[in-house]
Structure formats: C-alpha cells, structure tokens
C-alpha cells in the first residue's frame, strides 16, 4: 500500500511543477515585448530630455553661406564616338537596379546599414541597464510557496506546506525598510491521534525591520550612487549615439561623392582614351601620306596603351567602392546599384574664429558628457571621503507571530519588538585611505583632461576653418586652370592640324585638362565634407531620423 499511496501523492505535484514551467515559458515572449515597451518609452524620454530642445539652446554662427558666383563647375567631357572595346554608354536600368542620390543613399544606411544598426543595439543595453537598475531601487517584491510530502516505511507520513511574502524598499536617506510575513502548516497522518485538531499545526509571523546608517553610507547621494551614475551613462550613451549618428551620415555622404569623384574620373579615363584611339589612327593614317613621322605613331600607340591601363585599373577601382559602399548602406555586394551624377553643393564658409571657438565649446555634446564626467569623478572624491567614516547603524525591529502550538490561535498576535544600534571601531582604513587619495588624482586628472579637450576643440576648429578656406582657394584656382587647359587644347590642336607641333605637345595638353578636372571634382567632394564636419563640430549639425541634415 506504501508504494501506491507515494505513487498516487507525487502525480499531482510533478503536474503542478510541469504547469509552471509551461507557464514560465509561454511568458518568455511577453517579457520581451513588456522590456520592447519599456526600453523605448525611457529612451524616448531621455532622448526628449537630452536633445529634444537643442535646436533652441544651441549657439549658432552669424555669417550664413554665401554662393560664390565664380566657382561654377565646367561642363565634364562628354564621351564622343567610342571604341567597341570600351563602351561608356551606360546599358539600360533593369527593374531591379537601385538608383541612388544622396538623399537615397542615407535613408537606405540608416535603414539598413549595420553600423547604426549596432549603435541602435548598443543604446538599447544602454536603456535595458538603466530600466533594471531603477527597478533595484523602487519596491522589491518577493515570494514563495512550498509543498513537501514525506513518507517512509513503517513512520508515519506528514505534509507541510509554507508560503512567504516580502517587501523592501531603499529610503531617500540611504535605510531600508523590509517587511515579511509567512505561513506555515503542517499534518501528522497519525492515526493515533484521534483528535483531528492535534493532526494540524498552524505558524504565521509579519515582521517589519528598518535599518538606517548615521555615518558612513547616510544620505541619498551615497545610497544611491548606483542610480545616478546609471541614469548619468544613459544621458551620456544618447549623446555618443547623435554624434554617432552625425558622423555616420558624413561618412556615408564621403562615399558616396568620393563614387560620384571616381564615376567622373571614369567617364573623363573613358573620354582620354577614345581620344587616344582617335589620334593613333590620325597619327597612322598621317604616317601613310608622310605627313607624320615614325616617332609620332609610337607615341600615339604609347599613349593608347597608357589610357587603356589607366582604363583598366579605374573600372576595377571604381567596382570595388561600389561593393564597399553596399557593404555601408547594409546591402548584400550582389545588389545592383546606380549612382547618380549628383555633385556636392558648394558654399562659401565665413566665420570669425573666436566666435566659432566660442559656439563649440558651449555647443558641443561631447564637450558637455565631458564636462559632467569631471562632476562624477567630484562626487566620487565626495562617496570616498564618506568611506572614511566609521559604521554607524541604526536598526529598529517589529514583529508579529502566531501560536505555533496544535490547536493553539495562528493568526499573528504575539508581539515582539527590539531597536539596537552598532558601531564599527575604525582601527583599519587603509584600503579606504588608499582609495580617497586615488580619487584625488583622478579628479586632477579629469580636470587637466578637460581643460586639454578644450583646447584641443579650438585647434581643430581653428584649422578646419584654415583649410575650408585654403580649399576654396585651391577650387577657384582650379577653375581658372580648366578654362586655361581648354583653351590650350584648343590652341594645341590646331597647331598641330596646321604641322606646326608634334603630337605629343597634344597629347600633354588633352592629359592636362583630364588631371585638372579630376582635381576640381576632388576639391568640391573635400569642401563638402569638410564643410559637414565644421558643423558637426560647431554642434550645429541636426540629423533626422532617415540621416538628412538641415541646412
């Protein structure tokens, strides 16, 4: 009968174990939507907090861009008749082929490039550690239910069944206040014990405990540390995260003009050398009639055979940025893409440099995350002279228990209560004093760091500024020696029509016009960057959330 009756007891508990783990696992989708939910609701707070009135806070330059009239791109060669073997007519888009612009391409990146994407996974954590962190400091609940069944041959079988309760919370002066109650209950299957009530025992208790520190680890920025430091490095992650965010759509805006440079350059490669095929075939056909001499058809040749390598290595050149720049926008290296002819705005940058100076170390946002960092390592000198100071609690109990007696009352009605207070004698403080001189030095240390930071902003803007200017120097004197280029090759060209210069002082003329305009095309890409990056360091670059700035 023994073997039976255990039998029959343990079914229902492996059913009860069995449903809630069924139960536990069915809620494991739930808590990833509930911890969804509550992650973007604080991010989306915090985000609002840090950055949603920048626009209205921020300092901005007086002087506004200015369009120069005299830095107009020249119209780029066009391709005239081409060889068979280098075909620059673009074949016809297919359905599939993904045409981009600027525009286009930083909506694709910040959609589906894998470089946000981590940043947006990285910010996320940010978030979870914070919700768990502020969750330690509000209302702790606890609770447990127990069931054993005990059994053995030739004693009696027993069950007992306990349930507890809890509650503790962190005061704003660095105590705790806990409160416990429990229930236990117990049945002797004696059969000797006629009288059912001597069968059962009853036990219940409520406790309520407070414990409160007088000296070291009193007041709330002591106690709570952990929760302004936490809630601190989220404000700091949304600032890393809109810089990111800044410099990774200038990153994308580089590639794509450094392809829209190289697809140019291309096109000019292809141009130099159907220029090249025609003058060989001129200088040949001339070689026949004896108006050209042997050494201007090797020439010709030679500079075919230039053009066509030079030709060669751009289209390899050009191909591989393309595939890593799919690899950017997070598109797989066998989607098709065009790029579109879209050249870099040009603007005209004048700014008094002090004032600039003085814009970015009160906009920028790492310049501020810096600045409150120096506040936390102040805090931790403050924590760590509080570790000096010897342990002072204070600890009040109350408590509340039931008959534990068969038959007795067990509801809890039996009073108990003590207060104590303990001191901590300090005879040891070395690791203590050792890590309040530390903080000391890292406080130094934080301090020269910034003041540092600073300076090393000013010499940044400052030399952004020298180079935005030396750069739209460089383009109008670009400008000016492509006009002279073409009018040279003009020149050149019907001199030598007219016999009077040999091919190659042609053939140096038409590679002149090529380098100088492969160069301006270089400038504008630059002046365009560069101009992207003074705003971003000015803290006056606002990125939206398909990664296109405002002007």
């Not at 709330?220 to 700091?236: C, K, P």
């Not at 007795?408 to 104590?420: F, K, L, Q, V, Y």
């Not at 280029?485 to 003009?490: C, I, L, S």
């Not at 009077?500 to 090529?514: S, W």
């Amino acid at each position: 009968m023994t073997p039976r009756c255990r039998s029959r007891r343990a079914i229902p508990c492996i059913g009860v174990v069995a449903s809630i783990v069924a139960f536990a696992g069915g809620c494991a989708s739930w808590l990833a939507a509930d911890a969804n939910r509550e992650v973007a609701a604080v991010l989306a707070e915090y985000q609002s907090r840090v950055l949603g009135d920048r626009a209205q806070w921020v300092r901005r330059p007086a002087a506004q861009p200015v369009e120069p009239a005299s830095t107009t791109q020249p119209s780029k060669a066009q391709p005239g008749a081409t060889n068979a073997k280098y075909e620059t007519a673009p074949p016809p888009p297919r359905p599939e082929v993904r045409i981009l612009d600027r525009r286009g391409a930083l909506e694709q990146a910040f959609a589906s490039g894998r470089d946000i994407l981590d940043a947006r996974e990285a910010i996320y954590l940010n978030g979870l550690g914070w919700t768990l962190t502020r969750y330690n400091f509000g209302p702790l609940l606890n609770s447990t239910i127990s069931y054993v069944w005990n059994d053995a041959e030739d004693a009696s079988a027993s069950d007992a069944l306990a349930a507890t309760f809890g509650i503790n919370q962190i005061l704003p002066l660095g105590g705790r206040v806990a409160v416990n109650s429990s229930l236990n209950a117990g049945r002797a299957n004696d059969p000797s014990l006629f009288d059912l009530n001597q069968r059962f025992l009853y036990d219940s208790s409520v406790r309520v405990n407070w414990t409160q520190p007088l000296l070291r680890g009193a007041g709330y920025e002591a106690s709570h540390e952990a929760l302004t430091q936490s809630e601190r490095n989220l404000i700091y992650a949304v600032r890393a995260f809109e810089l990111f965010r800044q410099d990774f759509a200038i990153r994308v805006a580089n590639a794509y003009y450094q392809l829209v440079g190289q697809k140019t350059r291309l096109a000019n490669d292809e141009q130099n050398y159907t220029d090249a095929v025609f003058d060989r075939e001129k200088a040949e056909a001339l070689r026949k009639v004896d108006r050209n001499e042997d050494d201007d058809v090797f020439l010709a040749r030679r500079r075919e055979i230039e053009a066509e390598d030079a030709l060669l290595v751009a289209r390899t050149d050009y191909e591989l940025a393309v595939d890593v720049f799919k690899i950017l926008l997070g598109l797989p290296t066998a989607a098709e893409i065009r790029i579109m002819d879209e050249e870099p705005e040009f603007r005209s940058i004048a700014i008094d440099p002090e004032t600039a100076v003085k814009i970015a170390h009160y906009n920028r946002l790492d310049l501020h995350t810096q600045r409150e960092r120096v506040e936390d390592v102040e805090r931790g000198l403050r924590l760590a002279r509080n570790g000096l100071l010897p342990d002072l609690d204070l600890s009040v109990n109350y408590g509340l228990d039931g008959g534990t007696r068969a038959g007795e009352d067990a509801t809890p009605s039996h009073r108990s209560a003590s207060i104590g207070v303990t001191l901590e004698v300090p005879l040891d403080r070395k690791a203590e004093r050792n890590a309040y001189r530390s903080a000391q030095i890292g406080l130094d240390r934080a301090r020269r760091d910034f003041e540092q930071r600073l300076d090393e902003v000013e010499r940044d803007v400052l030399n952004q500024l020298r180079e935005l200017g030396q750069i739209e120097k460089r383009i109008q004197l670009q400008v000016d020696q492509i006009e002279f280029e073409k009018r040279a090759v003009a020149v050149t060209r019907f001199r030598y029509e007219a016999g009077d210069v040999d091919n190659r002082a042609l053939l140096e003329a038409r590679q002149g016009l090529t380098n100088a305009q492969n160069a301006l095309i270089d400038l504008k890409v630059d002046h365009f960057i560069a101009r992207l990056q003074l705003r971003r360091d000015l803290g006056v670059l606002f990125i939206d959330t398909k990664g296109m700035w405002t002007e």
